[in-house]
C-alpha cells in the first residue's frame, strides 16, 4: 500500500492503488451509503464507478489531493475521504463516505478536520466547500463541527443541498 500522505490520531489517507478499485465497489455497492448519494437515481454501475476511480488517481496525480483512501493504523480499509472539484464553480470540495458499520464513531469529523488542515498547506485555495443534500443530518452535522460556515440551500441535479464554506485561516 502507497504510504500515508497524512495521519490523523485515528486515521491514515492514502492515494489509492490502482488495484484498489474492489475497495471501492464494495463501499458504494452498500445501499445505506448510496441512500443520499444516488437520491432515487439507480444505484451507480461499475463504468460509472471505474470512472470516479481514475478521477481519483487523476486528481493525485494533477493536484496531490483527491478522494483519500482512508485506513485505520493497521492498514483496514474504512472508507474514502478527501477533496475534489466541484464542477459548476472549480471550487475545492471536501467530501467522505465510510463503511456502514463504522458511522458514528467521530471517523468523518476526524477526517474532515485534519484534511481541512492539511489542504492550505498544499494548495493556495482561499476556502473550501461543502455540501449535501439537504435532509442529510449526519453530513451537515460533521461538516458545521468541522467549523464549516452555512452559506444556503441550492439545487444539485435538481435536488436541494446545504452548503457550506470554510476558509483559509488567517
Ligand atoms: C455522513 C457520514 C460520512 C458520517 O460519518 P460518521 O463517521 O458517522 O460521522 P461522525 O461520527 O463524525 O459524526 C456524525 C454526526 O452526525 C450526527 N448525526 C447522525 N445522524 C444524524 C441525523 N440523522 N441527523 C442529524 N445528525 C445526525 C451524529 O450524532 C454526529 O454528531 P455528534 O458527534 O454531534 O453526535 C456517514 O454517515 C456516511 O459515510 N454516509 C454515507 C455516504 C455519505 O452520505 N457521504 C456524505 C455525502 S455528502
Not at 492503488?17 to 445501499?31: I, N, Q, S
Not at 486528481?59 to 496531490?64: I, K, L, M, N, P
Not at 464542477?87 to 477526517?111: C, D, H, I, N, V
Amino acid at each position: 500500500m502507497n504510504s500515508p500522505v497524512l495521519q490523523s490520531e485515528r486515521l491514515c489517507f492514502h492515494p489509492w492503488d490502482p488495484e484498489d478499485f474492489p475497495l471501492l465497489a464494495v463501499l458504494h455497492g452498500d445501499r445505506e451509503v448510496q441512500h443520499f448519494l444516488q437520491m432515487g437515481d439507480p444505484p451507480w454501475d461499475e463504468p460509472y464507478l471505474r470512472a470516479k476511480f481514475h478521477g481519483f488517481l487523476a486528481d493525485y496525480e494533477a493536484h496531490g489531493w483527491t478522494k483519500f483512501k482512508v485506513t485505520d493504523k493497521d492498514g483496514i480499509f474504512l472508507g474514502r475521504a478527501g477533496f475534489g472539484c466541484f464542477g459548476p464553480t472549480g471550487e475545492l470540495e471536501l467530501g467522505y463516505s465510510f463503511k456502514r458499520p463504522l458511522w458514528g464513531r467521530g471517523y468523518a469529523t476526524e477526517a474532515a478536520a485534519a484534511l481541512l488542515a492539511w489542504i492550505y498547506r498544499v494548495e493556495p485555495v482561499d476556502h473550501v466547500i461543502g455540501f449535501a443534500v439537504a435532509e442529510h443530518g449526519a453530513s451537515r452535522r460533521v461538516l458545521e463541527k468541522a467549523g464549516m460556515s452555512f452559506t444556503g440551500i441550492r439545487d444539485v441535479d435538481g435536488i436541494p443541498n446545504a452548503f457550506y464554506r470554510h476558509d483559509r485561516p488567517a
